[in-house]
């Protein structure tokens, strides 16, 4: 089994900025893409910003320039700096990763969600 928990998420005002972290943690063989994406209420999931295991990085157009990925192979964790934030930046923010798992000689590869947290941008 694996897990992703976030952390980070509060209330901050416009022009501020906040750091979302998501730790891995179980049976991980290896860990392929990471990625943030956003959820308001009503609206569909949206990709905010992706990761390969060799560092290249993709984002929105809205928070390019804004907010940078990262993540630390070794401690299984991906970030999230949001600096200028908006209004429109609140909502849920969830973590992805695709995960090997199993043994060397059996495993696969699924994709796992983290459990969400706010973000709150006060104008």
């Known amino acids: 089994q694996v897990q992703l928990v976030e952390s980070g998420g509060g209330l901050v005002q416009a022009g501020g900025s906040l750091r979302l972290a998501c730790a891995a943690s179980g049976n991980i063989l290896t860990i392929n893409a990471m990625a943030w994406y956003r959820q308001a209420p009503g609206k569909q999931r949206e990709l905010v910003a992706s990761?390969?295991?060799?560092?290249?990085?993709n984002y929105a157009d809205s928070v390019k320039g804004r907010f940078t990925i990262s993540r630390d192979n070794a401690k299984n964790t991906v970030y999230l700096q949001m600096n200028s934030l908006k209004p429109e930046d609140t909502t849920v923010y969830y973590c992805y990763a695709n995960i090997a798992t199993g043994t060397i000689g059996m495993w696969y590869a699924n994709d796992n969600w983290g459990q969400g947290t706010q973000v709150t941008v006060s104008s």
């Open positions: 990761i390969t295991s060799g560092g290249n990085s």
